[in-house]
């Protein structure tokens, strides 16, 4: 089991950055490729953005290339998200995701990848 926990949520305005933490515990989570999703209230959970287990190989949701950067620490066992000229339409609560699989230079984008779920966290873009 991986248990995630998610920080960095609030309130900003448009144009602003928040950066977002996931912390890790549980069976080797800095093993795992992992992922950030979101979602609206109303709406389906999104895809955010994706990194592989190395850290090497990321993907992001065309809505946020560009503005939006994940990275990890494995000494931490932490994923960051850091948002940058941030938009109302990225109002949503953000989750982060553990995908269970372990290959080095692979990520994932899909829901049915990722077995393991933090709480979510708050993001909400002010006009």
């Known amino acids: 089991q991986v248990q995630l926990v998610e920080s960095g949520g609030g309130l900003v305005q448009a144009g602003g950055s928040l950066r977002l933490f996931c912390a890790a515990s549980?069976?080797?989570?800095?093993?795992?490729?992992m992922g950030w999703f979101r979602q609206a209230p109303g709406k389906e959970r999104d895809f955010v953005a994706a990194?592989?287990?190395?850290?090497?190989?990321?993907y992001y949701a065309d809505s946020v290339k560009g503005r939006f950067t994940i990275s990890r620490d494995n000494a931490k066992n932490t994923v960051y998200l850091q948002m940058s000229s941030l938009k109302p339409e990225d109002t949503a609560v953000y989750y982060c995701?553990?995908?269970?699989?372990?290959?080095?230079?692979?990520?994932?984008?899909?829901?049915?990848?990722?077995?393991?779920w933090g709480q979510g966290t708050q993001v909400t873009v002010s006009s």
């Open positions: 995701a553990a995908s269970g699989f372990t290959g080095g230079s692979y990520y994932y984008i899909e829901i049915y990848d990722y077995p393991y």
């Open positions: 549980g069976r080797t989570p800095g093993s795992y490729a």
């Open positions: 990194i592989s287990r190395s850290g090497g190989s990321t």
